[in-house]
């Protein structure tokens, strides 16, 4: 079984930033997804990369404030924060699948198959 290991998360200001990192237990190709979960709120899915060939996809409540990164020799992901609002506050879960195409990542958590612990990111204004 893959382990997603999940850091960076922690306390900011309005307008500051954060880099969270997923790092898996072993090397593979993977459809990666990070998603995030307000209290009172669904959890819903902010962006994602698949490791093949860096393709990307971003909501558009985070895209042009996030950025989605890998260090393949590392097994690591990484998602760049920035110009982050307080609207942006929630416990962020890094999600992965193996997969050998971009146009077969799945989109829904439901069809994620490892996860992350989850770390917790409060934006204060």
Same mark, same amino acid.
């Given at each position: 079984?893959? *382990?997603?290991?999940?850091? $960076? %998360? $922690?306390s900011v200001? /309005?307008?500051? @930033?954060?880099?969270?990192? +997923? &790092? &898996? @237990?072993?090397?593979?190709?993977? +459809?990666?997804?990070?998603?995030r979960q /307000?209290p009172? =709120?669904?959890?819903?899915?902010?962006?994602?990369?698949?490791? $093949?060939d %860096?393709?990307?996809?971003?909501?558009? @409540?985070v =895209?042009g404030?996030?950025?989605? #990164? !890998?260090?393949?020799? =590392?097994?690591? /992901?990484? !998602?760049?924060?920035? #110009?982050?609002? @307080?609207?942006? #506050?929630?416990?962020?879960?890094c /999600?992965?699948?193996?997969?050998?195409?971009?146009?077969? +990542?799945p989109?829904?958590?439901?069809?994620?198959?490892y996860?992350? *612990? $989850?770390? *917790?990111v409060?934006?204060s204004?």
């Amino acid at each position: 079984q893959v *382990q997603l290991v999940e850091s $960076g %998360g $922690g306390s900011v200001q /309005a307008g500051g @930033s954060l880099r969270l990192s +997923c &790092a &898996a @237990s072993e090397y593979n190709t993977y +459809c990666i997804a990070w998603f995030r979960q /307000a209290p009172g =709120k669904e959890r819903e899915r902010v962006a994602g990369i698949f490791t $093949g060939d %860096g393709t990307t996809y971003y909501d558009d @409540s985070v =895209k042009g404030r996030f950025i989605v #990164s !890998l260090d393949n020799a =590392k097994n690591t /992901a990484y !998602l760049q924060m920035n #110009s982050l609002k @307080s609207e942006d #506050s929630a416990t962020y879960f890094c /999600a992965a699948i193996k997969n050998m195409y971009a146009e077969n +990542c799945p989109r829904q958590e439901a069809d994620f198959r490892y996860w992350g *612990q $989850g770390t *917790q990111v409060t934006v204060s204004s």
